[in-house]
T-cell receptor, first 112, second 111 residues
Framework: QKEVEQNSGPLSVPEGAIASLNCTYSDRGSQSFFWYRQYSGKSPELIMFIYSNGDKEDGRFTAQLNKASQYVSLLIRDSQPSDSATYLCAVKGAGNNRKLIWGLGTSLAVNP | DTAVSQTPKYLVTQMGNDKSIKCEQNLGHDTMYWYKQDSKKFLKIMFSYNNKELIINETVPNRFSPKSPDKAHLNLHINSLELGDSAVYFC??????????FGPGTRLTVT
């Protein structure tokens, strides 16, 4: 069983719509949750992190964490073609090591 | 003002050769990482150093050897390169809050 799961997509949304990206994780002791965006041929870029249950908003991005259900999601409001990329979910498990467990990513296409 | 830099950006070499990739960060972070991203785009952690001490050493062939001369630098040396080593190698760094910041990547092609 994969430790961090994401739907590989592609998720296709029209410009201006809300894109919803989901991630589930298996380690109930996980502490920190990260969303990265990776454009084709580029490196992963941190866009959001969340540590506590609930919502965290940053501009057009909202991260939502539900530890009881072991999922974290990323909402992108007013999606733009420039948001088209692969979105990677990463989870820091319990324990003192710095290791992040990565999902395979969801490919998002925003159509003009 | 590059935060995490890697050299070279591209590396094309033949099987059996030995090569090195260098990474430097000017963020003042205490932890650095090497990742491999293959053609399927999965990010696989290879190694991590915290203040020059090896803290993560995943199941990686011993042809791969990391070296951290100081906490701002982490190099990766690969001996006897194989076709399967072709991938993009990313360096990253973090501080205690765990968010990792990535370098631009080194695309290694072994022919």
């Amino acid at each position: 069983q994969k430790e961090v799961e994401q739907n590989s997509g592609p998720l296709s949304v029209p410009e201006g719509a809300i894109a919803s990206l989901n991630c589930t994780y298996s380690d109930r002791g996980s502490q920190s949750f990260f969303w990265y965006r990776q454009y084709s041929g580029k490196s992963p870029e941190l866009i959001m992190f969340i540590y506590s249950n609930g919502d965290k908003e940053d501009g057009r991005f909202t991260a939502q964490l539900n530890k009881a259900s072991q999922y974290v999601s990323l909402l992108i409001r007013d999606s733009q073609p420039s948001d088209s990329a692969t979105y990677l979910c990463a989870v820091k498990g319990a324990g003192n090591n710095r290791k992040l467990i990565w999902g395979l990513g969801t490919s998002l296409a925003v159509n003009p | 003002d590059t935060a995490v830099s890697q050299t070279p950006k591209y590396l094309v070499t033949q099987m059996g050769n030995d090569k090195s990739i260098k990474c430097e960060q000017n963020l003042g972070h205490d932890t650095m990482y090497w990742y491999k991203q293959d053609s399927k785009k999965f990010l696989k952690i290879m190694f991590s150093y915290n203040n020059k001490e090896l803290i993560i050493n995943e199941t990686v062939p011993n042809r791969f050897s990391p070296k951290s001369p100081d906490k701002a630098h982490l190099n990766l040396h690969i001996n006897s390169l194989e076709l399967g080593d072709s991938a993009v190698y990313f360096c990253a760094s973090s501080r205690t809050s765990y968010e990792q910041y990535f370098g631009p990547g080194t695309r290694l092609t072994v022919t």
